[in-house]
Every structure is written in C-alpha cells, then in structure tokens.
C-alpha cells in the first residue's frame, strides 16, 4: 500500500484516482504524478489546466508543467508550451531524453513533436469567448502596469512613457480569485519515495511568454524522499519569488508539521504581499499532509483532495485561511 497522494484545488477528485490506481497497479509514484496531473489536462480542470483555458493577451493557450523525482532529485520541466495538450507528459520526457531540466515556448512543442505527441490546436470557443469579451471589456483586467496608452483603461499596444511615472500595483480584489489555477500533486510511496507535479494553462490574459510558478522547481512543486513534497497554487507572479514549495519541505526536513509548514511559507509571503492569493499543500514522509491558504475576500478556505490508505475513496478536506 501507498502513502497518501495529496493534491490541490477544487474539481480534481478524478485526478486524485487517476493517480492512485496507478499505485495500486503497481506504478511508480512518478506515474503516478504523471497520469493524476495528465487526466486533469484532459479533463480540463477548473479551466486552469490543460487546452482550452486561459487564453493570452493574443488570445492563444499556452501550457507550463513540471514533474519531479524526490529519489534523485530530477525535474522536468516545460512552460510556454504551444499546441501540445499533454504538458506533464512533455515534462516527463524532458527527465527520460535529455540531461535539462526546463525547456521553453516554441522549442518545448519541437521537442514534443520528437518525442511523439501530436500537435493540436489548444483554442476552443470557450476560450474565444473568454478572449472576445475581455477585448470588449477593454483588455480589463491585464498585467501592465507604467505603460501608456493607460492601461487600466484601453488595450495595447503597450509601451513605455518618456516620462515614467509610477503609481501603486493594483490589488488583488480588482482580479477574480479564479483567474490562476494550477493541478498541483504530491504523491508519497509506501517506502517514503516522494514525487511531486504540477500543470496549468496559466494566468488568464497573461503577457504572451509570461512564465508562473508552476514549471520552476521549488516554487510549482518539490520533493524530496528524504523529507517529504508540497506544491502550490495560487498568484505563481508572487509565490515564485518565495519558492514556497521548496521552503515548506526544508521546515518539514526540520521536523515541523506539515500543516505548520505549510502556514509559516504562506506568512512569509504574507509580509511582502498580504493580499495575494495563494495556497500550499504539503506531506512528509511518514504520510501525515496538511495545507495553508492567504485569506481574502472571496478566498477563505482552500479545498484539497487527498487518497491514502486509511481513506476508502479520494476525500476533499478544507482547511480556513489564515
């Protein structure tokens, strides 16, 4: 029997047993993470992972993913991928195939094409419309900021003023809480082995070539066998500079709770950026998880799917923001 296969968000219990079955036959826990995160890619998760979601200021989808083995401490990793639907599974190939860790845009869809996915067409009308009534909306909200024409008000093209005048980010309430999503996954063997991924279709209306947290080591998602994996979801523009999920695993290494963990990485960000929105799932090896949440409008608990052993089938636990 394994330990338990945590994972993050909202309607993702398919993937959660994607992922423990193939523990039950036998799979590695690097399956495990690969086939959990690629049915939520298929599935299309929340419309925050996989094709169809979260179209870009050019109206296109665009994928980041990452995998990572807690034995040898292998990541691999893609973002910005184009016209490729299976991004975990690219990511995957990076760690079999190539001596890199992070491969990026146009060539991350060469690769993959080399590798044997197929190429696909990542639009659907969902996404169109979501692109065609933010256009109507006058490209609100966006993520420039210091440019002229102003762009709280009208869309691009975008450039930078002669004169630089710079006025207060806008706050997270101007944004629905929705507009970032991630599957983030960490899965726990029954000898301890850690593996953890993520996948997502990134921030709706992003810049074209903006990477989040979810494809970077140790911001998306880390494990080590040695101590134990989390991954984090939320507003990857903030969290990565933090690298919350490497930092959760060094508390628990230090013997912390991975539900103290989880919440002292989220109070560290607190400090810099008290109104982000953002949670951390966390699990040691001895199979005990927990996860932590910033609390704002709109955002005060965080939901988060858990298989184990002791549980007959996946089962959503809720934890209050802090």
């Known amino acids: 029997t394994a330990l338990p296969v945590v994972i993050n968000t909202w309607a993702f219990r398919k993937a959660a047993e994607t992922a423990w079955r193939v523990l039950e036959l036998g ?3 690097l399956d495990a993470v690969e086939r959990g995160c690629g049915q939520c890619e298929i599935d299309q998760c929340d419309g925050s992972v996989g094709y169809g979601g979260s179209p870009d200021e050019s109206g296109e989808t665009t994928l980041d993913a990452m ?3 807690g034995n040898t401490m292998e990541v691999g990793a893609v973002a910005d991928l184009r016209r490729v639907k299976n991004a975990i599974g690219v ?3 990076v760690i079999e195939y190539t001596k890199h860790t992070l491969l990026v845009g146009e060539s991350a869809s060469l690769f993959a094409v080399r590798m044997g996915f197929p190429y696909e067409d990542l639009t659907t009308p969902n996404s169109l419309s979501l692109y065609s009534k933010w256009l109507n909306q006058s490209c609100q909200p966006n993520f420039w900021k210091n440019v002229v024409p102003d762009s709280s008000k009208s869309c691009g093209p975008y450039k930078r003023p002669e ?3 710079y006025k207060e980010e806008e706050t997270i309430s101007q944004r629905s809480v929705h507009n970032h999503d991630t599957i983030g996954m960490v899965v726990i063997g029954a000898s301890g082995t850690v593996a953890s991924g993520t996948s997502t279709n990134g921030a709706v209306h992003k810049i074209p070539g903006r990477v989040g947290d979810s494809p ?3 911001a998306g998602s880390y494990a080590d066998s040695t101590a134990g994996g989390a991954a984090a979801t939320g507003d990857g523009d903030i969290m990565m500079r933090f ?8 508390y628990m290494r230090m013997g912390t709770d991975p539900t103290v963990a989880c919440q002292k990485v989220i109070s560290r960000i607190q400090k810099y ?3 982000f929105f953002g949670a951390v799932i966390c699990a040691n090896t001895t199979g005990s998880y927990g996860a932590a949440c910033n609390k ?4 005060t608990q965080f939901h988060f799917m858990v298989s184990s052993p002791l549980l007959s089938q996946p089962t959503e636990q809720i934890v209050d923001c802090i």
């Open 27 to 29: 799979g590695s826990e």
């Open 67 to 69: 995998i990572m083995d």
């Open 91 to 93: 990511a995957r190939k």
């Open 163 to 165: 004169k630089v005048t």
């Open 216 to 218: 970077i080591a140790g």
């Open 243 to 250: 690298l919350p999920s490497y930092q959760a695993v060094e």
């Open 273 to 275: 950026a008290p109104r």
């Open 296 to 299: 704002i409008p709109g955002f």
